[in-house]
Nanobody, 115 residues
Framework: VQLQAFGGGLVQAGGSLRLSCAAS????????MRWYRQAPEKQREWVAG???????KYADSVKGRFTISRDNAKNTVYLEMNSLKPEDTAIYYC??????????WGQGTQVTVSS
């Protein structure tokens, strides 16, 4: 199983970025997909998740600004990030979970928001 996250970068506060995470080696449509992030010297935190049934949920800190979506035909999960704030600066990781089949992590992509 491989999860490849990309799309990070440097953006000014108020700007937008779209992260993608391409999965391989799994039955993507059966997996719940999540995004986590880890800021320097902080613990990794959950950001958003979307179930195999397309139910989406968000951390309070990103609700209304971030949108998670998935394209099962492309085995890809997305995180659309708008109205970015400096406190959104972190390494963003995608994660997959399917009960009985395990949990997997991608390698992370850096998002830096300048003030």
């Amino acid at each position: 199983v491989q999860l490849q996250a990309f799309g990070g970068g440097l953006v000014q506060a108020g700007g937008s970025l779209r992260l993608s995470c391409a999965a391989s080696g799994m039955l993507f449509s059966r997996n719940d997909m999540r995004w986590y992030r880890q800021a320097p010297e902080k613990q990794r935190e959950w950001v958003a998740g979307i179930t195999s049934g397309f139910f989406a949920k968000y951390a309070d800190s990103v609700k209304g600004r971030f949108t998670i979506s998935r394209d099962n035909a492309k085995n890809t999960v997305y995180l659309e990030m708008n109205s970015l704030k400096p406190e959104d600066t972190a390494i963003y990781y995608c994660n997959s979970l399917r009960l009985g089949y395990g949990e997997y992590w991608g390698q992370g992509t850096q998002v830096t928001v300048s003030s």
